[in-house]
């Protein structure tokens, strides 16, 4: 301290507050530093990044599982619908154009969600460099963390190897000059049991990995309250539900025989 207080004096130099000038009048505020990377680069922006693009993906597997249930009409019925994949937008676009405009947006929605995912758990990995000594165990801990973390590599692997198998053929029996509906039915053969075990899997992780995705995107939004809690959790747990069953009951019809 510099404020010296002398024998007999009745008061004391005394340094002023911080922030006033030498006549005691209140200096300017210093301007504080803009912020790198605007909105994006915040907390609450990596986070509205992963709900937008969870929900791109979330429209897609709806409208995928929809496709992949044509199977049980019938052949027909399938490879008609894998051929207006490709011709939607004719004649105004030429063919696979449109396809191809939903595939890359896809891909750049998928990219964005797990960079967003990646920089929001460097990010709480900073915040918190040293580890509680004492952990709390509880299902928002342990499920949420292992399944998003663990489930989401699973994930990636499995699209590669599935794009491999049912969409391009290389990796299918049937080959890539074979309908879509017979790279179906040769993918899921019960020859191939360990193909089949690998998509129940990946399924069932996409499942765990939506349930938790879902409710976290609608506490984002602020869509989650005391009064929709309830309904939330629910909806949640009925879409992924949903998705999971419509997506495996494909794959258990081939293995039975009723698509053939």
Excluded at 82 to 109: I, K, Y
Excluded at 138 to 164: C, D, E, K, P, Q
Aim: aromatic share 8%; proline share 5%.
């Amino acid at each position: 301290m510099t404020a010296t207080i002398e024998r007999g004096s009745a008061t004391a130099p005394v340094n002023p507050p911080a922030g006033t000038g030498k006549n005691g009048k209140k200096s300017a505020k210093p301007a504080r530093p803009g912020r790198k990377g605007g909105f994006l680069a915040s907390t609450n922006g990596k986070k509205v990044v992963m709900a937008v693009t969870g929900a791109v993906m979330v429209l897609f597997l709806v409208g995928h599982m929809a496709g992949n249930l044509k199977s049980f009409l019938g052949a027909d019925s399938f490879n008609g619908y894998a051929d207006f994949l490709r011709t939607m937008g004719e004649p105004l676009l030429p063919h696979r154009v449109l396809l191809t405009v939903v595939e890359v947006g896809l891909v750049v929605a998928v990219a964005l969600h797990m960079w967003s995912a990646v920089s929001l758990a460097r990010r709480a990995r900073k915040a918190r460099p040293v580890r509680y000594a004492v952990r709390r165990r509880s299902r928002s801990n342990g499920y949420a963390v292992h399944t998003m973390r663990y489930g989401g590599v699973i994930i990636v692997l499995f699209l590669v190897y599935h794009l491999l198998d049912l969409t391009f053929g290389t990796a299918n029996p049937a080959g890539p000059a074979s309908t879509p509906y017979e790279r179906l039915v040769e993918g899921f053969a019960p020859s191939r049991w360990w193909v089949t075990l690998f998509y129940a899997l990946a399924v069932v992780m996409v499942g765990l990995h939506l349930r938790h995705g879902l409710w976290s995107a609608f506490q984002t939004l602020g869509l989650a309250s005391r009064r929709s809690y309830r309904a939330l959790r629910a909806s949640a747990s009925g879409l992924s539900l949903l998705l999971v069953v419509g997506f495996l009951a494909v794959p258990a019809a081939v293995v039975i025989g009723v698509i053939k």
